[in-house]
């Protein structure tokens, strides 16, 4: 362990950030100025505990994690599992927390139970494609898209969806319906394999510290 590093923090954008700079509070880690909205600042540092952050766009938190360009990071479960980078994930923050789902109108119930080839649009192709070819085995075609899924089955362009739910509310103002659940999703801690050795002493204390303020 190298006492003058700095430990590096990968901060998903967006949902998850407040919550997690409230957590960090929790526990006297403080970074006032990356909750300025106007700055255009990219790092941020707190040089009496060693500490630099960083928000980032929640796809790269994992891959910034993996490489060792951060030593941790917080992101969603989802995206955890969708990057599908070489990372160690230890802890659940419980926060964030939503389900990832199948849904669609009531009438696609039935082309799910009779596992027909239907189209599936998704921010998630990698969680939908592990779920329907490796758990449900069944053959679907799976759409891309970048947003606004619900959209997909209204205007024809699937039959269902795989997205994340949380109050149900964007479901219900369109006419459509949770019909599968696929996992339950919130904020995680993720470390560098490395960094999770030779910091160990550092990021176990971080962890534990975390723990007791959930
Ligand atoms: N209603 C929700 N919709 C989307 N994500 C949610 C919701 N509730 C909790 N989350 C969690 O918050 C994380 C961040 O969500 P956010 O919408 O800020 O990011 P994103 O979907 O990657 O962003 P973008 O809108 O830039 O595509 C998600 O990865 C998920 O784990
Ligand atoms: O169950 P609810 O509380 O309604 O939340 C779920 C909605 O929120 C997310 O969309 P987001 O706002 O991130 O916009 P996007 O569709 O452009 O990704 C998600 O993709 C759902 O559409």
Redo the contacts with the bound molecule.
């Keep these: 362990m190298n006492k003058d590093r700095y430990l590096t923090f990968a901060l998903g954008k ?2 998850l950030a407040n919550q997690t700079l409230d957590l960090f509070e929790k526990i006297g880690i403080t970074c006032e100025e990356i909750r300025d909205k106007n700055t255009r600042k990219l790092i941020f540092v707190n040089e009496e505990l060693k500490l630099r952050f960083f928000l980032a766009k929640g796809p790269d938190v994992p891959t910034y994690v993996e490489y060792g360009a951060a030593d941790i990071g917080i992101v969603g479960k989802d995206t955890i599992l969708e990057e599908g980078r070489n990372i160690y994930e230890v802890l659940d923050l419980g926060f964030g927390a ?1 389900r990832m789902c199948i849904c669609g109108p009531e009438d696609a119930r039935e082309l799910l139970q009779h596992h027909e080839q239907i189209r599936v649009a998704t ?1 998630y192709p990698k969680i939908a494609k592990d779920y329907f070819y490796n758990k449900k085995h069944q053959t679907v075609e799976i759409i891309k898209l ?5 959209l997909a089955p209204i205007v024809g362009l699937s039959e269902v969806i795989c ?11 369109n006419g459509l319906t949770v019909l599968e659940e696929v996992c339950p999703l919130s904020a995680r801690v993720v470390v560098n394999q490395v960094s999770m050795k030779m910091e160990n002493e550092r990021i176990t204390d971080l962890i534990s510290r975390l723990k007791q303020v959930l």
Excluded at 146 to 150: K, P, V
Excluded at 163 to 173: A, H, M, Q, S
Aim: glycine share 16%; hydrophobic share 20%; proline share 0%.
């Design positions: 967006g949902r939503c921010k970048n947003g606004s899924i619900e997205d994340i739910v949380e109050t149900g509310t964007t479901l219900r103002e």
